[in-house]
């Protein structure tokens, strides 16, 4: 194989290269994780903690103690937190509120709506979703703490709450926000000393790596980021009947809206006929049945109330807008109850019907059961349930169902459907299930955006489950029962009305072999309703196509001709292995890493070059040749005992792709014993092979005494195991190419006789995969020694399905193998 050293500095200079793969962001902060108590107030997570995390009270005092303002050195006051290239802009800079406004405050008296007006930032999306979070308190000081304050203790330090990916987090930053001729540049309040919105967006900035990456996006996003709620979306399109009842009740249940325009391809923000902007959010604020009486007739008409977050003069200018004749048919008292008020400030009101005609979309988050309202009412419906998980190439991104020979490798949830919803007169069962990417947005500082992904549910029945996870046939068979549309955004969620039963979830990406993380959260009226569907880790027993003395007339192989050897029995077999432990093993009769090392490499070297060449391809490396090598009689000896193992397991289950050899698989034995290196005693350990840290797990999965080498026994038992392992591969590697295709380590293993989920599988992917998904021949050995290893250390402290250790065994036991 190629020198190590080499691929990692090619690797490094291709990835860091224009041309080279988009790396996964990571964040510059680790955020403190907090949780809310049944009284609403924040405390810091139970449990460790990174020590890199900023604790807003921590550093609040250090700097009263040492009467030093805050510079935040996670979101420096420089260009680098403006935007993605750092490209500097002429005559920006960083000031504090007291460098602005001789008096400045976080809430002059109070906060509202119209605190919230849009900067040169493209963010409309998020001003909306401000402006509704202000319309309750409760939710607004969830998200922005009651202790930022330009008064008491005093620091130049602030912080903002937001939900992340299941988690809430405390996100610390300085005061210092960018300004123009002393004019903030983005978010600003109508006040000019007032600074909580301008705050607000620079630590949500913060919390994806710079302000430009807060440029386009959804309301929904940020309406989910400041309550953990789930979203839903309508096109007017396709509108409900019942939208307007949906709508209402939303509000009764404290939801929050927003909607917006389908954008003008050739000009942006472009303003219709009637006042609106398109491609541009608006804030939903109020929906009522409002009395009217006119001349002719008397009754309730539905009228919605919006904002536009530039907070100016462009506003809707038909029925109901400011001023409208239609007003003077409103009670006065009405009037008075809806807040009534006519300014150029972007709030108009407009009827339901115009709403439908000339919007095109709208988002509506609802509330989370544990958010604090909800909490108080106690008569929430909604339970919700949650998972990560992720696509990974080769292992579960498998695509949609266009990918009918991948799909069925995707992530899959059980979802139990119970009972019927209690208010439903047809008896359905209603489940929102949301498909939440994570990490997106802070990756579009590499060129990454939201992914193409959507969701597809199967009706299953018990039986169906037996096989975890549903396999290829299941959905060749059976057609979905719902399913969502597969857009790029960063939440798809579909709101489902279905008869009680037991259904399976798919979340995949459009495309196969695309990695992306995920949440996926259903809203049901039943309690933990969702479950992984997933394989119980542990052994299994071997495929009968590599059993030794199978007698399984179901397998359709011919009957393995050759017997293993029993160790107990004189045998010529055995003599040959011993000789070979011999030749190898140093004056205390036992053999090192260094010393298998020299013995795999030899009796598996054409499939290491096979394996050397694909790594060759991949990241364009010439092969590296072995410096030492075995002595023709070492040679002999290694080949043969190769064979003698390969025809164990291998003879009837595909072949083997070794070159001709004139022994016809017949064992052969040196007549003379020589040392089995070349060279002068202790060469140097070539690059070349299996890798130095592969040899030593070897040695640690059969060295119950830890003293870092094998016996004869041990040594004769790992070379049978490595032989059946090679047997395995060679039944699924059948174009002899010398890898596992994508998406084949799942049977591969087992083959082998181990149990994995998707999780563990993942993993393995990870560290030994290709960037192609494929497994070559070294690491999937590799892989069979650290499961083997992994599952002997937990079975020999396996209680009931349970072991445990302290400390001392944990790292004794994993740092060894």
Sequence with gaps: MPDPTRIDSLVKEFNDSPHGPKKLHQSRTRFMPIVFGRDGKAQPKPGPRSAEAQDF????????????????????????????????????????????????????????????????????????????????????TRVVPED????????????????????????????????????????????????????????????????????????????????????????????PKDLFQIIEKGFRSHAMFACSLEPDPYKPEAETPQGLIRGHAYSLTMAKMVDIQTPNVKGKIPLLRLRNPWGNANEWNGAWSDKSPEWKYIPEETKREIGLIFELDGEFWMSYQDFVKYFDRIEMCNMSPDCPIIRQNGNYPWKQSSFEGEWVIGSTAGGCRNYPDTFWHNPQYVVHLKEPDKDDAEGKATAIIALLQKNRRSKRNKGMDCLTVGLIIYRVTERDLIRKPLPKEFFLRNASVARSTFVNLREVTCRFRMDPGTYVVVPSTFEPNVEGEFMIRVFSECPDCMTENEDCVGECDLDPRVVPDSNNNDVPVAPIKMKAPDPTKPDPQRQAMEKLFLDVAGVDGEVDWMELKLVLDHCFRDDIAIAAKGVSRSYHVAPVESKKSL???????????????QDWYVNMAGGDNRPERSTSGDFVVAKE????????????????????????????????????????????????????????????????SGHLNPFELRAALQSAGYHLNSKILNSLMHRYGSREGEIWFDDFITCAVKIKTMIDIFRAKDVNGIASFNMDEWIQKTIYC
């Design 57 to 140: 009270y921590a550093l609040r005092k250090r700097c009263l103690r040492s009467g030093t303002l805050f510079e935040d050195p996670e979101f420096p006051a420089n260009n680098s937190s403006l935007t993605f290239s750092g490209e500097s802009r002429p005559n920006l800079k960083w000031l504090r509120p007291s460098q602005i406004s001789p008096d400045p405050r976080f809430f002059e008296a109070s906060y509202s709506r119209f605190d919230v007006n849009q900067g040169e930032l493209g963010d409309c999306w998020l001003l909306a979703a401000a402006a509704n979070l202000t319309q309750d308190p409760q939710l607004f």
């Design 148 to 239: 930022n304050s330009f008064k008491q203790d005093y620091t130049g330090i602030f912080h903002f709450r937001f939900w992340r990916f299941g988690q809430w987090c405390d996100v610390v930053i300085d005061d210092r926000l960018p300004t123009v001729n002393g004019k903030l540049v983005y978010m600003r309040s109508t006040e000019d000393n007032e600074f909580w919105s301008a705050l607000l967006e620079k630590a949500y900035a913060k919390l994806f790596g710079s302000y430009e990456a807060l440029r386009g996006g959804s309301a929904s996003e940020a309406m989910v980021d400041f309550t953990g709620g789930i979203a839903e979306s309508y096109e007017m399109k396709d509108v």
């Design 631 to 645: 002595t023709p009689q070492g040679e002999v000896v290694c080949c043969g005992l190769l064979a003698m193992l």
């Design 673 to 736: 014993r020589a040392p089995l290196m070349t060279g002068e005693t202790s060469p140097e350990i070539s690059a070349v092979g299996f890798s130095k840290d592969a040899c030593r797990s070897m040695v640690a999965m059969l060295d119950e005494d830890q003293s870092g080498k094998l016996g004869f026994l041990e040594f004769q038992k790992l070379l049978t195991e490595i032989a059946r392992w090679k047997a395995v591969f060679k039944l699924y590697d059948t174009d002899r």
